[in-house]
């Protein structure tokens, strides 16, 4: 009887854990619903008051519309996240490495340095980063790149990511074993040689976890975009914030260009998910 009731408590908990599961996708899944819905609507039913219906009519008008007024928009992000994320993983990949692996004197100070960035909010520095733009125009006669082009606001970007890819690369570090490190030395490896051929190899989850992170960030980057960049450069985002109408608001359009702009990040994390919870969490008792 003990056996039976015992199964009988583990059968009931999983029925309950399995109905908290179930009642979770379909939170998360309701907002996806009116999105997909609604985005195939044409605009005279596409109203706040039909959002739970299905479409009477199934018409991809939305969608060319969105495709239409996004394009330039999304093509303008992808050379914003691209290499920005490339960037930022380069760079905070070598930081991460020369601070856990090839100490030097004040080393910890710089590192707390480097993570007082992670708290400075951007509207802190928006005045003084446009300044920086203009000057840098200014200075290198090249107007319109700086400020009012992507280069500026992948510039800002990878500064101020640099922090948090340092501290996930750092942590990641950490937990691989310094006699490999020692062991390059004896074979005659430099620092550089030891970070190509011993660290680089085994950094995957490190860069999958930056990779998302920046890439992400960037993408639904909207305060520098209006800041920095000019019309013919603004980003997803900025694009589909003007998506609206003179007289009635597209709601169609505007679910259509929604999910359009949301399907790179979503790539994003299923190519590379798998790795994100395993370096996100790597160092995190030793770091």
Request: hydrophobic letters at 55%.
């Amino acid at each position: 009887m003990t056996a039976v009731a015992a199964r009988r408590r583990t059968g009931f908990g999983r029925v309950v854990r399995f109905c908290l599961l179930l009642a979770l996708v379909v939170v998360v899944l309701v907002p996806i619903y009116v999105l997909l819905a609604t985005s195939f609507k044409p605009l005279t039913e596409a109203d706040p008051g039909q959002a739970w219906n299905l479409p009477r009519t199934w018409t991809t008008e939305a969608w060319r519309v969105a495709w239409e007024k996004l394009a330039p928009g999304l093509w303008n992000s992808v050379l914003l996240a691209v290499p920005g994320s490339l960037l930022s993983c380069a760079f905070g990949s070598m930081n991460g490495y020369v601070l856990s692996k090839w100490r030097f004197p004040g080393a910890d100070v710089l590192f707390t340095l480097f993570l007082f960035g992670m708290f400075i909010p951007y509207q802190g520095v928006m005045i003084p980063l446009v300044k920086l733009m203009v000057w840098l125009n200014e200075q290198t006669g090249l107007q319109g790149v700086f400020y009012g082009g992507i280069p500026g606001l992948v510039l800002a970007h990878v500064v101020y990511g640099i922090p948090i890819c340092t501290l996930i690369f750092r942590n990641y570090y950490v937990t691989i074993p310094d006699e490999l490190i020692e062991a390059s030395r004896v074979d005659g490896a430099g620092m550089l040689r030891a970070y190509w051929s011993v660290v680089l190899p085994v950094s995957w989850p490190a860069i999958a976890v930056v990779i998302i992170w920046q890439f992400t960030s960037l993408w639904n980057d909207f305060l520098f975009a209006v800041f920095i960049t000019g019309p013919q450069s603004w980003p997803t985002t900025v694009m589909l914030n003007n998506i609206a109408g003179a007289q009635a608001t597209p709601y169609s359009q505007q679910m259509a260009a929604a999910v359009l702009a949301s399907i790179p990040t979503m790539l994003i994390y299923v190519l590379l998910g798998r790795f994100f919870m395993r370096g996100l969490m790597a160092g995190a008792l030793k770091g």
